[in-house]
């Protein structure tokens, strides 16, 4: 089968969606709200191919319950393509199709259960709660080094057993490993004491290396000192009769850290900036506590975190009108899908009251529903609830600074001020 140029939308008719720069300025609405205008999906070139673009919520989510058609593991679920050796050295879960990515997820997702992180709450709340008064004692501050980032990467450091003053540089790696979803970076390929082929590890970065021997080391210490942590379970699990081999353990334990703090510190970031941008919001959080969930569910639609998420199909198919060729890669932007008008009235409005909020910062649905999903509200909703209970009153001080790249709505930083007790 082959593109019909014809009939088909390309991007020559629209501005790119991918060139990193873009994002430094944000995510740009104006060009995923013409191709959602678009009928059909509009075919990208990139590099010396291209993918199909699925922009609108419906074909997000018919899309990502079909993983059988709409594959994680044939190509790679980034833009570009790996060689079959690069592919295999760096699956992780995500790139996975059943029966393997169901024999991995069966290993952790007990751990991700609600029941099981709600026995998480009161570390939650505890780290909460420092690191916001530390804040409001300063009184203002850059929230992503002093709030947004610490937050995440000390409860999933707690969850899994690893040492929690060894935050600091696994917040640097996730930084660095962002840098590979550019179109830059600031490492040297033998960083870190890195002697593998970049193309051979994750986000094409020597950080990866550097996870990965941490990683290993974490795992040797768990196999003799058996602990009650996430990593000891992941160092004794058992599924289908087997258990993790080595590269299957250092690629998750690379996704667990990765996940468990640059997603859930960029809707933080995020959430700071559009609470103080929108204080009529703000108050009728504080006025109505019932609005908590409501408010969480808002924060993670307005930061989209992950932009988007690619899948291969494994036969010729039809998506939206559209025919797709065995072997095409497809593309499903969320951060188009959550400012949707068909779904979301006046999406490009901040509403912590909108009736069932359908937002798809998770993924669309399907075997690869993010697995974190309740960590990451369990944690967004007791900021946004202890904030209140504090009386913060957020006033931005800076313009934040944006991460380069296509595939992370990033803060890096931004100046926020604290006006604690009243406007």
Not at 131 to 143: I, K, S, T
Not at 240 to 251: I, M, P, Q, T
Not at 347 to 355: A, L, N, Q, S
Request: net charge negative.
């Amino acid at each position: 089968m082959t593109i019909d140029e014809a009939m088909t939308p390309v991007a020559d008719e629209f501005p790119s969606i991918v060139d990193p720069q873009l994002y430094l300025d944000g995510i740009p609405h104006e060009r995923f709200a013409e191709m959602r205008r678009t009928p059909g999906l509009v075919w990208h070139p990139y590099n010396d191919d291209g993918f199909w673009a699925v922009t609108r919520h419906a074909d997000v989510r018919e899309m990502s319950r079909n993983a059988q058609v709409f594959s994680s593991a044939i190509g790679h679920t980034n833009l570009w393509d790996l060689e079959a050796d690069a592919l295999e050295a760096r699956r992780s879960l995500i790139d996975t199709d059943a029966p393997d990515h169901t024999r991995l997820r069966r290993l952790i997702a007990g751990a991700f259960t609600p029941k099981n992180i709600r026995r998480w709450e009161e570390v939650v709340r505890d780290i909460t709660c420092e690191l916001l008064d530390e804040f409001v004692q300063a009184g203002e501050g850059d929230w992503v080094d002093m709030v947004a980032a610490p937050l995440p990467i000390r409860v999933i450091l707690t969850m899994l057993g690893v040492p929690i003053e060894d935050a600091d540089f696994l917040v640097e790696l996730s930084n660095l490993l962002v840098e590979g979803t550019g179109d830059a970076q600031s490492l040297p390929p033998d960083a870190f004491g890195n002697t593998t082929e970049l193309r051979m590890l994750p986000f094409n970065s020597p950080a990866s290396h550097a996870l990965f021997e941490y990683g290993a080391k974490i795992h040797q210490m768990r196999t003799t000192d058996r602990r009650d942590d996430l990593v000891s379970h992941l160092v004794e699990a058992e599924a289908d009769g087997g258990r993790l081999s080595a590269s299957e353990f250092r690629n998750l334990f690379h996704l667990l850290i990765f996940a468990g703090n640059e997603t859930t510190r960029t809707a933080m970031s995020h959430a700071a900036i559009v609470l103080a941008e929108n204080p009529d919001q703000w108050q009728r959080f504080v006025d109505d506590r019932s609005l908590l969930d409501g408010a969480t569910e808002e924060v993670l639609r307005w930061s989209s975190p992950i932009l988007h998420m690619r899948r291969t199909t494994s036969c010729d198919t039809t998506l939206a009108g559209t025919e797709i060729a065995a072997g095409q890669k497809v593309v499903m932007w969320y951060a188009s899908a959550n400012r949707d008008e068909a779904v979301f009235e006046d999406p490009f409005r901040f509403d912590i009251g909108r009736d069932h909020n359908e937002q798809l910062a998770f993924g669309g649905g399907g075997p690869h529903m993010c697995l974190g999903a309740y960590l990451a509200r369990l944690e967004i909703s007791i900021l946004i609830e202890e904030m209140a209970n504090r009386s913060i009153n957020l006033e931005q001080t800076s313009d934040p600074v944006r991460t380069r790249s296509n595939f992370v709505h990033g803060i890096l930083s931004v100046g926020m001020k604290a006006n604690a007790g009243g406007n």
